[in-house]
């Protein structure tokens, strides 16, 4: 069987296809400058990614990445007419990312005729989180008329981690018990209990949780306020401040956390504080929900950071002592490999696990279809 990935965004389309009898990625692609120099539209890009692979007449299905399927798409599911009259109405929960989203899955259905397209949420694996975790402590009736309340994101990421968890400690999905960590550009935290989400740090947006490359993260609602009063700033402009010009980039002057670390490795201080206060945070969120699920098997990074920087990892990992938690310096060195860098002795292991999102929408997309 093979599966076409498709993530759509608003100015570029990336793209893989797999095989997944053999479980192999044939190719890879990155259609750039889509409507602003470029192919004119998402028809135009994928016309692109047809010839780059050669006109191929044998996939079976495509998967696509969707920012926001709301309650109403708790798994993924098969782009019918209703579920894409559906999708067009969850639009204001993602203005950025719904409308090429939607796109990417309207251009496939021309491009590709017959051909089932599966639509892969990120926020349906955090739909199983309680009402006391996902609930915001404000009037009821925005909930009910608005949808406001926590959804999470990064959800494809935190389900394929667990499962490459669940497997690699050798425990049935269904009993394991986590704390995943996708720690990027964008980052996000998981309490996993039995296999299920049951808390996240995103909230109705990404923007709420840990400090990230250019979002603050969890602030003081009152600080926004303050700060739209005092500056005259717009919802608009407040919304760019916060999720463009804020995080690491306020703090220290790059969103990337490499430049970071090497800032404060020549003793910058405000790259200092950037990289203690995304550890502190990031610990302050694994300390609790391992209360939350009452006891994690193990503590599972991932992502850009969580993959790669041993620095940031050490940072996190040297204030969860209280949890009985040792970091084995030697092992932290791995670098986008599956690993733990936890000691032998450390009362919960701490596990690397490369994500792969592209591979988990592909694995979901033929589940869909195979039904
Ligand atoms: P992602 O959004 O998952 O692609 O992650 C991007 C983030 O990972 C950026 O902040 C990168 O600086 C960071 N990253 C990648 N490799 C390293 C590394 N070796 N050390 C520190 N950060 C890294």
Known sequence: MKILVINSGSSSLKYQLFDMKKGERLAKGLIERIGCGGPKDHTEALKKVVADLGAPKDIDAIGHRVLHGAEIFKDSVLVTKSVLATLDKLVKFGTLHMPPNIGGIRACQKIFKGVPNVAVFDTAFHQTMPDCAAMYAIDPKYYKKMGIRKYGFHGTSHKFITAEAAKFLKKPLARVNLVTCHLGNGSSIAAVKNGACVDTSMGLTPLAGLVMGTRCGD????????????????????????????????????????????????????????????????????????????????????????????????????????????????????????????????????VVIPTNEELAIAQDTARIVGR
């Open 219 to 350: 602030i003081d609602v009152g600080a926004v306020l303050s700060i739209m009063e005092a500056e005259k700033k717009t919802p608009e402009e407040m919304d760019a401040l916060l999720n463009k010009k804020s995080g690491l980039l306020a703090l220290a002057g790059s969103s990337d956390c490499r430049d970071i670390c090497a800032k404060a490795g020549k003793g910058d201080k405000q790259a200092e504080l950037a990289l203690e206060m995304l550890a502190y945070r990031t610990a302050l969120y694994i300390g609790a929900y391992n209360t939350v699920i009452g006891g994690a098997d193990a503590i599972v990074m991932t992502g850009g950071i969580g993959e790669n920087s041993s620095e940031v990892r050490e940072r996190i990992v040297k204030r969860l002592g209280a949890l009985g938690i040792k970091l084995d310096r030697k092992a932290n060195k791995i670098r986008g490999s599956l690993g733990v860098i936890s000691t032998k002795d450390s009362k919960i292991p701490v």
